[in-house]
Nanobody
Framework: HVQLVESGGGSVQPGGSLRLSCAASGLTASRCMGWFRQAPGKAHEGIAALGVLGEKIYESSVKGRFTISLDKTKTSLFLHMTSLNAEDTAMYYC??????????????????WGQGTQVTVS
């Protein structure tokens, strides 16, 4: 039973920082892990992904501001967010793919999802 549990969301002023965490359990093999977000009235947006070989993909609006990482046990995924602005306000989701490598930030490539954690920048 795969379970992904996000934490670390909250309210922050523009220019501030947050670090999101995702505790993963039940994954039987290493795989591409990612972060997505969904703002009210908008579709899910892929923002960062990390593959088993360490390759990273970032959406253009967060590149240079957000950093995705995995702890040594490979059971916790993080998203360190800096220089936050109002456009970053959304529900943030952790997701796991069935594939080892990350090819794109496409929701169709990810089969397991957490319940989300809210980030509000104002």
């Amino acid at each position: 039973h795969v379970q992904l549990v996000e934490s670390g969301g909250g309210s922050v002023q523009p220019g501030g920082s947050l670090r999101l965490s995702c505790a993963a359990s039940g994954l039987t093999a290493s795989r591409c892990m990612g972060w997505f977000r969904q703002a009210p009235g908008k579709a899910h947006e892929g923002i960062a992904a990390l593959g088993v070989l360490g390759e990273k993909i970032y959406e253009s609006s967060v590149k240079g501001r957000f950093t995705i990482s995995l702890d040594k046990t490979k059971t916790s995924l993080f998203l360190h967010m800096t220089s936050l602005n109002a456009e970053d306000t959304a529900m943030y989701y952790c997701a796991a793919s069935t594939r080892a490598a990350c090819s794109a930030l496409d929701v169709r490539d990810f089969d397991y999802w957490g319940q989300g954690t809210q980030v509000t920048v104002s």
